[in-house]
């Protein structure tokens, strides 16, 4: 069915933005990859992270966001979107490259990511070369057209916007990714994967690598066996988490010196957890527990708030989209999962929620709740272990030594855990037991909490719309009926006085538009003015599917 994007006029000027647009905060999005609370502001002591911790003592640090997965994929489409990726058929681990064939994930009808929701509103948006909706493969340029101004830009790239207009960058840090933890030139079980991502993270250094962490320094937690693979593996981890900080700190340099630090809002976080077995894909806090630090400057720092303050609340990646829209004055869509964790007439949150299912080459599904003392998980797949072999994941040294000794028989009960059938049903008292190595389902004394938290999670699922009550070839033939993705139908445009509107049959899809031929897509959402005597040429593209053909006026 036809419709009609309407709405008031504005005048599209690449130089100018309206008075009202001008008055908003910059938002600044730094997201490192692969990575829990190893910073010294969040009470790691081995950690070197000078400017993250210069960033907190500014800011406010909150200790317990939790993603909605494990996994960068998943994660990342439930924070573009502002959903649980169960609900949007992008949970998992990754449909572009899926064993029996990749896909497109294809979200709601109508449902957007918040960074076009922020371009419609004026602000100059930009990323850079990571992706990772589901709805697009990893790398930029392969998602719908209209979500960002520009994509593989340098950190620094709000230089690029028009003179006053606000901007948001979503810029990632490859240096902390899990192939940074890979022995650069070891034996690879996967040669051509380790040669890729050590390339691209190689190619993002700036300098030599830092060696500010040494193997005898880390603390090994108790489930991993104390050796020298081991705490080679997790002092690499911490020394490119020292890059990252180092990474940073040119940024927020970089925000000063352009003279824009006053008016842009800072946050710091992770995409999951550590990049290190039984962390990454986990739904266990190594896994989704990660560190994230807001600076606002004065004149945005919401009254309640002061520099250096500890916020312990719950909160969940999907609370992310509906806070940065609030932050810059834009209305959130009903559809969003989650809440602006920065108003307080909000109730707190109790619990959150995540999920895993197919990693890379081995299906799975498990469903996950955590409140403040008790984390719960249930498994559609009892008798897969967590340390099963995974193509990519071999890459490191320690996962290869860890199983090694499990088949020696040389761990103890806490290390072969994670090579061990994880059961339907998990329960841990996170207060007693931090680390969740022990199953108290069977415990008559946590009875009530088991039941309590089953509850909670049927709930949830029901209240969000788990898709995964399908196996993942129905969503396939779903969003590629025939095998085929579905292509975009091509706008129709009508000029009238100068005054452009533009319709689409394809119900959901968003518009951009180009004028006298010029590289950039300009989004459209409303009717605009279009200069006398201007060429003009239109797409759309629903997420998930092709881009339509271009319409031209002339």
Not at 453 to 469: N, S, Y
Not at 513 to 538: C, E, F, M, T
């Amino acid at each position: 069915m036809k419709f009609l994007l309407q709405g008031l006029l504005i005048l599209v000027c690449t130089n100018s933005v309206s008075a009202a647009v001008q008055l908003r905060p910059n938002i600044l999005l730094l997201m490192a990859e692969d990575m829990s609370a190893r910073v010294g502001a969040f009470g790691d002591a081995i950690a070197v992270t000078p400017n993250l911790d210069a960033l907190a003592a500014q800011g406010v640090r909150y200790p317990n966001m939790f993603t909605t997965a494990g996994v960068c994929a998943p994660s990342r489409a439930a924070h573009i979107l502002g959903m649980h990726q169960v609900a949007t058929g992008t949970q998992h681990m990754r449909t572009s490259s899926r064993p029996e064939g990749g896909y497109y994930a294809v979200p709601p009808d109508g449902v957007k990511a918040y960074p076009e929701l922020l371009r419609a509103a004026g602000y100059y948006t930009y990323t850079d070369f990571k992706l990772d909706y589901q709805f697009s493969h990893a790398n930029a340029y392969s998602g719908p057209f209209t979500i960002w101004d520009a994509e593989a830009s340098e950190a620094m790239d709000w230089r690029d916007r028009a003179a006053g207009q606000p901007f948001f960058g979503l810029i990632n840090f490859m240096e902390t990714h899990e192939s940074g933890v890979f022995t650069p030139l070891g034996n690879m079980p996967n040669s051509f994967i380790h040669l890729v991502m050590q390339g691209m993270r190689w190619w993002r250094m700036d300098g030599e690598m830092p060696e500010v962490v040494s193997p005898e320094q880390v603390k090994v937690p108790p489930y991993y066996p104390d050796t020298p693979a081991v705490r080679e593996d997790m002092s690499r981890h911490y020394n490119n988490i020292a890059l990252m900080d180092r990474r940073v700190g040119k940024i927020l340099t970089q925000l000063e010196a352009d003279g824009v630090a006053d008016n842009t809002i800072v946050i710091w976080t992770t995409d999951h957890g550590d990049g290190l077995p039984r962390a990454k894909r986990e739904l266990h806090d190594a896994g989704t527990r990660v560190p994230m630090i807001i600076r606002w400057p004065d004149r945005w720092r919401p009254g309640h708030l002061r520099q250096g303050e500890l916020d312990e609340r719950l909160l969940s990646f999907v609370d992310l989209a509906p806070t940065i829209l609030s932050l810059a004055g834009v209305e959130a869509p009903d559809y969003l999962h989650g809440q602006n964790f920065l108003d307080r007439t909000v109730n707190a949150r109790t619990h959150v929620l995540s999920s895993r299912d197919r990693i890379d080459e081995i299906p799975d599904r498990q469903r996950s709740v955590r409140d403040e003392s008790f984390r719960y998980i249930r498994s559609w797949n009892p008798e897969l272990a967590m340390g099963h072999s995974l193509k990519f994941r071999d890459n490191i040294a320690m996962v290869r030594e860890m199983r090694q000794l499990y088949n020696a028989g040389r761990l103890n009960a806490d290390q072969a855990r994670w090579f061990e059938s994880v059961g339907e049903e998990r329960l841990f008292d996170i207060k007693t037991d931090p680390h969740e190595l022990t199953n108290l389902v069977g415990d008559p004394a946590y009875a009530d909490e088991l039941q309590r938290l089953r509850k909670i999670l049927v709930d949830q699922l029901a209240q969000i719309g788990d898709r995964e009550g399908q196996a993942e070839i129905r969503l396939v033939e779903q969003f590629q009926p025939a095998g085929k993705r579905p292509v975009t139908s091509a706008p129709s445009i009508a000029i009238n006085n100068n005054i452009m509107t533009v319709e689409t049959t394809t119900s959901g899809s968003s518009i951009g538009y180009s004028l006298n031929d010029g590289d950039n897509w300009l989004l459209y959402h409303q009717p605009v003015v279009i200069p006398a005597g201007a060429k003009v040429r239109v797409k759309a593209v629903r997420y998930g599917w092709q881009a339509s053909s271009e319409t031209r006026v002339k």
